[in-house]
């Protein structure tokens, strides 16, 4: 797997599509990964290393993560990624369907870097995409593994 | 013998006749018979116990013989020539002139009774004898006088005063009448009490008759005590006996109780028939009063449901009601004492008996449940409550006891118990289904807010990408026909939010505090007015009394009733808002007014139900969700609401909170 600078973990290919195609218009030469849920997510990451200990095989500059996710949710996700020392200084946002203010505490309680609700209109969609990939990849100074 | 002596020397006559002198031959014919006499005389005169004194008429003793001796103390030698005045005491001398000058008129004074002083100075009681000595020519020259020391008879007959008087007094003091009867006379006497009792006037001599005593008594009584009488004078003895008589002074009805007895004189024959009587009415009528009172309380004991008894101070139960018997099935014998304990169950009758024990000693009342057996051995539950009856001492006279079977009552109690440890859990089954469902509601609607959200998503987007895309070929309409797609798919979003912010309501907890409606209501409408600054909007807003709410839902309340209000009054100029309170009864009622386009109250029955609307999107936007929510609220809150409106002539919503509010 190639260097990458976000890794999208979405289910829904529509909305994988959108966000791609978002932000492609805004960061053309931004490389995004998508995974379609948590297990593969890992894999992506880890590889065979324990993903509770191990350190992450690929490293993107932001993970964007959706919550409602088959095989392993996206709060598993983030907690596992979260308490793993060699994981736990990615940026991970949350980009879900879901205002839940449940999901917004749990979310920020197990380290989410930002909780984004995904707007229903596409026109607001894409330019929170737009926004997003702006303020993370270019604003946003990050830290270098 | 000094006396004889001197009668010899001078001859006397006695009583007016010569002494020893023949009647037939007065003058003394007869030397030797005189003499003869004369020594006669003096012996007896000599061996008298009695004082024979005589003395002349100047009071001078001329003779005193041994028996004067005896009784005065003083020898013939000492008081032969002196005066017999010392013999009498100072207050009395008088009497000595009175004696001689009936003496000087020839006359006797007889059984004179009175005091005489002796030697050693004592008063004796005296009885004086005194006639004239008349010489041979008839002349009184002289006084015979003979004392007698009566003070042992004047003692008998002061004791025997003495004695009558304590008897009157007695009989006055304990109102008992004596009465004797002597057979032989057949003369019936009556104290001045046995006059008293049967009321009637004492007669002079207190003779009464038996007939006067007979008419009074009761006739129902009279064959009895007649029969009485007769057995007494036949056989003796002595008896008791209570007999009722009618008053002769006011007719009362009387009760007698009488003592007979008799009587007997010397020969062994009854000769008298003694009686007493005592007027014993008040004591009648007390006993009477007495056993009236407790036959009262024995029907009111046999009649009250509860079995009662009562205990002497130290706790042996002397007497049961019949409810007892009944009840226990147990007779008077088995129950004396302590019998009582057979018919309480052994394993709680220790605990009954250290409860009664202490009860006992301190005087306390005491009050416990516990079991008695019943006559068919089943055990019935009894709530007891024992009183001490104490005396103004503060001691205990005795204990009057109740049991209450409170069998029945035990058993509904149990089973009230029961019940509700029933309702209890079929409350508990009840809220964890509701508990189930809640989560299961919550399951849904967050299941809803994922997944149908995406593909609507999905559709806005990709007629969105089609529309940019494929700009140029399209005709007007199809690109029309694109923007419907997303529009509606857009409109869906906001009916599935509208969806569930209506279902948040319905598990959402209200938390309950003081809030002041006046500040959120002015909060609510700036931040309303943020929004949609241009329209021109008046509002006033009253000072709203503070109430119990949850400030979140409440405010809640207000937004939606203020953006209806200032939505359907567009187009006013200007749209005017008034929020107000009323007092209603004991209600606070709070309400949103408008001017704006108003509602046939023809739907009003409509106006609340989900995604029901009164006026088309073009018109007025909206998902039909507000006032759904807004009435769930306030239906949480323990409210009411309604509408009041007409067609273009505004809407006025009221509501109620329930509950407390600070009016």
Redesign the interface.
């Given at each position: 797997m190639a260097e990458t600078d976000i890794l999208l973990v979405e289910d829904?290919e529509?909305?994988a599509s959108?966000f791609t195609?978002a932000l492609a218009a805004a960061q053309p030469s931004a490389q995004t990964t998508v995974a379609r849920d948590g297990v593969e997510a890992l894999l992506l990451l880890f590889g065979a290393e324990n993903p509770e200990r191990g350190v992450p095989t690929i490293c993107p500059r932001i993970i964007v993560l959706d919550?409602?996710l088959p095989r392993m949710n996206g709060l598993e996700l983030l907690r596992l990624l979260k308490t793993n020392p060699h994981s736990r200084s990615i940026p991970v946002v949350i980009l879900?369907?879901?205002?839940?203010k449940r999901d917004l505490v749990e979310s920020y309680q197990l380290g989410a870097n930002s909780y984004l609700a995904?707007p229903?209109?596409?026109?607001e969609?894409a330019g929170l995409v737009r926004t997003l990939g702006r303020y993370w990849l270019e604003c946003n100074l990050l830290q270098k593994i | 013998m000094a006396v004889a002596k001197k009668l010899k020397r001078a001859p006397v006559s006695v009583n007016g006749r010569a002494v020893g002198g023949d009647a037939s031959q007065p003058g003394g014919k007869a030397p030797f018979l005189d003499e003869l006499a004369a020594v006669r005389l003096a012996a007896i005169v000599e061996s008298s116990n009695e004082a024979i004194i005589s003395k002349d008429l100047k009071s001078i003793i001329t003779t005193w013989n041994p028996g004067a001796e005896k009784i005065f103390g003083y020898s013939a030698d000492e008081m032969v020539g002196t005066s017999v005045m010392r013999l009498i005491p100072a207050d009395r001398q008088g009497e000595e002139a009175d004696i001689l000058s009936k003496i000087k008129r020839g006359e006797k004074v007889d059984h004179f009774e009175t005091l005489r002083l002796t030697k050693d100075g004592r008063l004796i009681d005296s009885s004086v004898t005194a006639s004239p000595i008349k010489d041979a020519t008839g002349r009184i020259v002289g006084v015979s006088s003979i004392a007698r020391d009566i003070t042992e008879r004047k003692q008998a007959e002061r004791a025997l005063i003495d004695s009558k008087e304590r008897m009157r007094l007695a009989t006055e003091a304990t109102r008992v009448g004596i009465w004797e009867w002597n057979v032989l006379t057949n003369l019936v006497t009556w104290d001045a009490q046995m006059f008293e009792i049967y009321g009637m006037v004492p007669t002079q001599d207190g003779l009464a008759t038996y007939i006067t005593w007979r008419n009074l008594v009761l006739p129902e009584d009279l064959t009895q005590e007649e029969a009485l009488l007769q057995e007494t004078i036949l056989w003796g003895g002595q008896n008791v006996h209570e007999f009722r008589i009618q008053r002769a002074d006011n007719q009362e009805c009387r009760h007698i109780q009488a003592v007979l007895t008799t009587r007997k004189n010397a020969t062994g024959q009854v000769e008298w028939l003694v009686g007493t009587n005592l007027d014993i009415t008040e004591r009648k009528q007390a006993e009477a009063a007495l056993r009236a009172s407790e036959e009262r309380f024995r029907t009111m004991a046999n009649c009250i449901p509860q079995l009662a008894w009562i205990a002497l101070p130290a706790g042996d139960i002397v007497w049961y009601n019949e409810r007892w018997f009944e009840y226990t099935g147990t007779t008077v014998e088995q129950m004396q004492g302590w019998g009582w304990q057979s018919v309480h169950d052994p394993k709680v009758l220790p605990q009954v008996m250290a409860n009664w024990k202490a009860a006992l000693e301190t005087g306390r009342p005491f009050e416990m449940e516990f079991p008695l057996r019943g006559r068919d051995g089943q055990f019935r539950t009894f709530l007891t409550r024992i009183q001490p009856l104490k005396n103004a001492e503060g001691q205990v006279l005795n204990w009057f006891g109740t049991n209450t079977d409170v069998e029945a009552l035990k058993a509904a109690e149990q089973k009230v118990q029961n019940l509700n440890i029933e309702l209890e859990q079929r409350v508990a089954v009840r809220t964890a289904e509701l508990k189930k469902a809640n989560e299961e509601l919550e399951a849904f609607s967050y299941s809803i807010s994922h997944d149908l959200r995406a593909p609507l998503r999905a559709m806005g987007g990709f007629a969105r990408m089609l529309e940019s895309q494929l700009a140029g070929p399209l005709t007007p309409e199809a690109q029309h026909s694109l923007q419907r797609i997303r529009e509606n798919a857009t409109k869906m979003g906001q009916l599935i939010d509208g969806l569930l912010d209506f279902s948040a309501m319905n598990w959402q907890p209200v938390a309950k505090k003081k809030v002041e409606p006046a500040d959120l209501v002015r909060a609510v409408f700036a931040e309303i007015r943020a929004e949609e600054a241009q329209q021109p909007v008046e509002i006033e807003i009253a000072q709203l009394p503070p109430c119990e709410a949850d400030p979140k839902l409440l405010k809640q309340v207000f937004v939606n009733l203020l953006s209806n209000a200032v939505k359907y009054s567009r187009g006013r100029n200007p749209a005017v808002i008034k929020v107000g309170w009323r007092q209603e009864k004991n209600e606070c009622v709070y309400f949103v007014q408008d001017n704006g386009a108003g509602f046939s109250m023809e739907y009003a029955g409509k106006l609340f139900h989900v995604f029901h609307r009164l006026h088309s999107a073009e018109q007025f936007e909206g998902t039909g969700v507000g006032l759904a929510i807004v009435q769930r609220i306030v239906q949480r809150h323990g409210g009411r609401i309604w509408a009041e409106a007409e067609v273009g002539r505004g809407a006025t919503f009221h509501f109620t909170l329930g509950g407390t509010h600070y009016g």
């Open positions: 829904s529509d909305d959108f195609h919550l409602k879900s369907s879901s205002k839940e995904k229903m209109d596409f026109d969609f | -």
